[in-house]
């Protein structure tokens, strides 16, 4: 940045470190190399949440704009690759789908690439829907390779992002950010002050009694919100209705089992879902519940049954409350990560919405006067974004078909948003993929949940009447041909990441 004159913002505190925090740090000292002072207090005696170790593909984006070294960040975070979600018996008990990150290939004409299965003969087809994406044909047989260049190459249509290590990444953001010129306080906050005119937060003040003014407050506390919540009383929208599921158990083990998998599992449980996270170094897990139906101790004895190889330690419980601030931007301080709100991790989107804050903050970048037009439209897009994502979640629940325990009965039978039974309808009518404003997951993301779910289309898209239904059986046969012989010849998942220099 250069000198925005004397209305210029001259200082950013920071509350709070861990991923969020550090990434907040080193996006905002690569924005602004000179002339903004950036603080941020943290205590080595508050632990970090630490539950996104998965990521999506914008990922990717942040690291690059902060020229960081692929190679260079999976050996530091104990990273791998990650090339989709699959999802185990949450259609049906037993059933499997995956969620790819990438397209089921690529269309020939202006029909849909699942319309096209749907004409071959869908469900009956002999030809598994997943079998069309090149990023579940690599996944399923624990290969990686970079998506080549040619659009022509079906090993062109996938993407994909990482696992790693959130307490490793967030130490080797510090180590840039602090590079950077970033300032690190040691300190526990025990107060703040308001300023008497606005009611903006002018200062914090530590345990120790050192107070930390500045002008720009960035809230990285976790569930607690110390500015956004208790110095500002911003308020909370709960989404349990809708999202059930309010605590977690989460223990690593030693990998085990088919081992360092290029993708992430999320398997559903009596009471909720367990997830499997593979490192270089370990294997993350833990069991995401409803505590209505299954008491702590009963959900940590189902993680620790259920795992790869030995614990790692003993399971570390956590609690929330799924839903977000009513405001995410309040005054000067921007609240980012679990200050912001909660969204179960089951699409792996926590590191992602700190991400998209950051983003947002660099694009509606406050000057002192603090302009109400940027504020609020900061938080519409805030809002609608994290609304987008709900709705896919809760999109999960309720196309189970399962009715084996209170959980599935309820999750099934739950009124939901009116913008996501839309898109159910679209769907359910003639295999329509309707895309709002600022949805995060695409077409390809939502077919596979819903066929993967068995919300098949009762109807196709009209175009098919136009065409020979014989040419959509050759395509898709075609298609999962070429994927299954690509995938053949890519190398195993760790094979790739020690030719990159990632695995030692």
């Avoid at 508050?46 to 998965?54: F, H, K, Q, Y």
């Avoid at 259609?91 to 096209?116: C, I, M, N, W």
């Avoid at 009963?298 to 614990?311: F, I, K, R, W």
């Amino acid at each position: 940045m250069t000198d925005g004159g004397d209305d210029a913002i001259r200082s950013v505190l920071i509350v709070g470190g861990g991923t969020a925090g550090w990434m907040t740090a080193a996006a905002l000292a690569h924005a602004a190399p000179r002339g903004l002072a950036i603080t941020l207090v943290e205590s080595d005696a508050i632990g970090t949440v630490g539950v996104g170790e998965a990521t999506i593909p914008p990922i990717r984006l942040f690291n690059q704009t902060l020229g960081i070294d692929e190679a260079e960040f999976l050996r530091e975070a104990k990273g791998s690759f990650k090339l989709g979600i699959e999802f185990v018996g949450w259609g049906r008990e037993g059933h499997r789908y995956f969620h790819p990150f990438g397209t089921h290939g690529k269309s020939f004409d202006l029909v849909a690439v699942h319309q096209h299965w749907l004409a071959a003969g869908g469900l009956d087809s002999g030809i598994a829907f997943d079998a069309l994406s090149m990023a579940w044909g690599a996944a399923r047989l624990g290969r990686f390779a970079a998506p080549m260049a040619d659009p022509r190459s079906v090993a062109s249509t996938f993407d994909y992002a990482y696992h790693f290590d959130a307490g490793l990444y967030a130490r080797f953001l510090r180590r840039y950010a602090e590079a950077r010129g970033v300032m690190r306080v040691e300190g526990r906050i025990a107060g703040h002050a308001l300023e008497a005119d606005r009611g903006h937060v002018a200062s914090v003040t530590l345990e120790d009694g050192r107070v930390l003014a500045a002008d720009l407050f960035v809230d990285c506390s976790g569930f607690r919100g110390l500015l956004i919540e208790e110095a500002l009383a911003t308020g909370y929208e709960d989404w349990t209705h809708w999202l059930p599921c309010d605590r977690a158990v989460a223990v690593p083990c030693v990998t085990g089992g088919d081992g360092l998998t290029p993708y992430t599992r999320s398997t559903a449980r009596d009471a909720g879902w367990q997830w499997r996270i593979p490192l270089q170094h370990r294997t993350g897990n833990g069991y995401v519940y409803c505590s209505r139906h299954i008491s702590d101790d009963e959900a940590a004895a189902t993680l620790m049954a259920n795992l790869d190889g030995e614990a790692l330690g003993d399971p570390r419980p956590l609690r929330f409350t799924t839903g977000r601030r009513k405001l995410f931007w309040n005054r000067n301080v921007v609240a980012i990560g679990l200050s912001s709100g909660f969204m179960e991790p089951l699409e792996s989107t926590s590191i992602h919405l700190i991400q998209a804050g950051i983003a947002k903050l660099l694009a509606y970048f406050p000057s002192r006067s603090f302009a109400a037009a940027g504020i609020a439209e900061y938080n519409r897009v805030a809002i609608t974004e994290y609304e987008r994502i709900r709705d896919f979640i809760i999109l999960h629940y309720k196309l189970t078909q399962r009715s084996d325990t209170p959980l599935w009965r309820d999750c099934a039978a739950m009124p939901i948003p009116d913008t996501l039974a839309m898109k159910i309808a679209h769907f359910r009518e003639a295999g329509r993929l309707v895309a709002r404003d600022m949805d995060l997951f695409g077409p390809a993301s939502w077919a596979a949940v819903h066929i993967g779910q068995f919300n098949i289309p009762e109807g196709r898209d009209p175009l098919l009447a136009y065409g020979d239904p014989t040419q959509s059986r050759a395509f898709v046969g075609k298609l999962a041909g070429a994927i299954g012989q690509m995938a053949e010849s890519m190398p195993a998942h760790a094979d790739w990441l020690k030719k990159i220099g990632a695995l030692a």
